[in-house]
Antibody, heavy 117, light 110 residues
Framework: EVQLVESGGDLVQPGESLRISCAASGFSFKNYWMGWVRQDPGKGLEWVGN????????YYGDSVKGRFTISRDNAKSSLYLQMDSLRAEDTAVYYCVKGGTLDLDYWGQGVLVTVSS | DVVMTQSPLSLPVTLGQPASISCRSS???????????LYWFQQRPGQSPRRLLYKVSNRDSGVPDRFSGSGSGNDFTLKISRVEAEDVGLYYC????????FGGGTKVEI
């Protein structure tokens, strides 16, 4: 059974940084693109970005480009999202997702990131 | 960016009756490889999204056959043949042909 478990969500102030993680199990992690999608109750679902199997390519949505960085550790079957220069509009539930643009399927349970002073 | 427009925003349904959700894209979703990367996701209250259909009409494992998808180009439809109580929730279309964008969601309620 595919499992994606996010962790690291927190309340942070604008301008601060935060790293969230995703522990994957139940599939061969190193063979799949992985990504992050966020959900703001007021704005629906927004693709954050994704990363190739070996970590050699990453792609980001326009609203986070230059501020967020996706990385992975295939030995630990883990995915990471480093978020810098956080803004109030980054407040959302962040989901770890299995797959890339052509094969996105499973979602984690999500982790809440709140940016507020 | 490819803009995905869903309608209606809210869909009151009657148990046992059919229901239909429309999803339109601002440009064709036919990929250079010939496939159309249009997906449908269901999000029940308090849960994360679950994929129901991929490449327009292919049902995921475990998805009841009352769910079906159709369409081509930039006009797509999700149909529920006979709504059951467990179908209540939000439904999103998503395109993966040109990066990833989601529709705004349709709330299905009894």
């Amino acid at each position: 059974e595919v499992q994606l478990v996010e962790s690291g969500g927190d309340l942070v102030q604008p301008g601060e940084s935060l790293r969230i993680s995703c522990a994957a199990s139940g599939f061969s992690f190193k063979n799949y693109w992985m990504g992050w999608v966020r959900q703001d109750p007021g704005k629906g679902l927004e693709w954050v970005g994704n990363i190739k199997q070996d970590g050699s390519e990453t792609y980001y949505g326009d609203s986070v480009k230059g501020r967020f960085t996706i990385s992975r550790d295939n030995a630990k079957s883990s995915l990471y999202l480093q978020m810098d220069s956080l803004r109030a509009e980054d407040t959302a539930v962040y989901y770890c997702v299995k797959g890339g643009t052509l094969d996105l399927d499973y979602w984690g349970q999500g982790v809440l990131v709140t940016v507020s002073s | 960016d490819v803009v995905m427009t869903q309608s209606p925003l809210s869909l009151p349904v009657t148990l046992g009756q059919p229901a239909s959700i429309s999803c339109r894209s601002s440009q064709s979703l036919v990929h250079s490889d010939g496939n159309t990367y249009l997906y449908w996701f269901q999000q029940r209250p308090g849960q994360s999204p679950r994929r129901l259909l991929y490449k327009v009409s292919n049902r995921d494992s475990g998805v009841p056959d009352r769910f079906s998808g159709s369409g081509s180009g930039n006009d797509f439809t999700l149909k529920i043949s006979r709504v059951e109580a467990e179908d209540v929730g939000l439904y999103y279309c998503m395109q993966g042909t040109q990066w990833i964008t989601f529709g705004g969601g349709t709330k299905v309620e009894i």
